[in-house]
T-cell receptor, first 113, second 114 residues
């Protein structure tokens, strides 16, 4: 069974630029999560999708971050414009149901200069 | 709301020694508890989870954890570590019912030295 795929693995941008990350969850998983992991901290949930609907985006900085999962499969997380404090690893995870185990992708490491 | 405290940010040990990584949580409702491991430049992998039943939970790679409700703890243990256990370990909590959101601790970096 293929795991959660993410791309790119690494990204370096200047502040005020925009960036997008892509996630392909495990086949058949209806629930998809985006986490932000700042160096030295645990992952923090940014947004949770159930199929193509948003379940929880309470910690998503909506003035600069957006995410979509249009067909209920792949998802894209965008930052526009980026700030220095957005430097982090962005992890995507999926589960068959919200109550089931979350499986994580390898993450995208973002550096904002 | 839930919170997780991992009491040690770094734990160095020698190979074949026992190790305990400590985790305490705070919650006003009943919770499920998890331990994840993160190897360098990789995503998180589930080690073990406590949902209900026996308070001693066995996971992969020889790890186990014990849920202690009175002390609100879920410490991770391994009787004999290997070099390959060097990684970051995260404790996480999720409320039973309501939000399915996982709340993570800050992590404990385990370094196993020869």
């Amino acid at each position: 069974e293929a795991g959660v795929a993410q791309s790119p693995r690494y990204k370096i941008i200047e502040k005020r630029q925009s960036v997008a990350f892509w996630c392909n969850p495990i086949s058949g998983h209806a629930t998809l999560y985006w986490y932000q992991q700042i160096l030295g901290q645990g992952p923090k949930l940014l947004i949770q999708f159930q199929n193509n609907g948003v379940v929880d985006d309470s910690q998503l900085p909506k003035d600069r971050f957006s995410a979509e999962r249009l067909k209920g499969v792949d998802s894209t997380l965008k930052i526009q414009p980026a700030k220095l404090e957005d430097s982090a690893v962005y992890l995507c995870a999926s589960s068959s149901l919200p109550s089931e185990t979350q499986y994580f992708g390898p993450g995208t490491r973002l550096l904002v200069l | 709301a839930q919170s997780v405290t991992q009491l040690d940010s770094q734990v160095p040990v020698f190979e074949e020694a026992p190790v305990e990584l400590r985790c305490n949580y705070s919650s006003s409702v009943s919770v499920y508890l998890f331990w994840y491991v993160q190897y360098p430049n990789q995503g998180l992998q589930l080690l073990l989870k406590y949902l209900s039943g026996s308070t001693l939970v066995k996971g992969i790679n020889g790890f186990e954890a014990e849920f202690n409700k009175s002390q609100t703890s879920f410490h991770l243990r391994k009787p004999s570590v290997h070099i390959s256990d060097t990684a970051e370990y995260f404790c996480a909590v999720r409320s039973q019912g309501g939000s399915e959101k996982l709340v993570f601790g800050k992590g404990t970096k385990l370094t196993v030295n020869p």
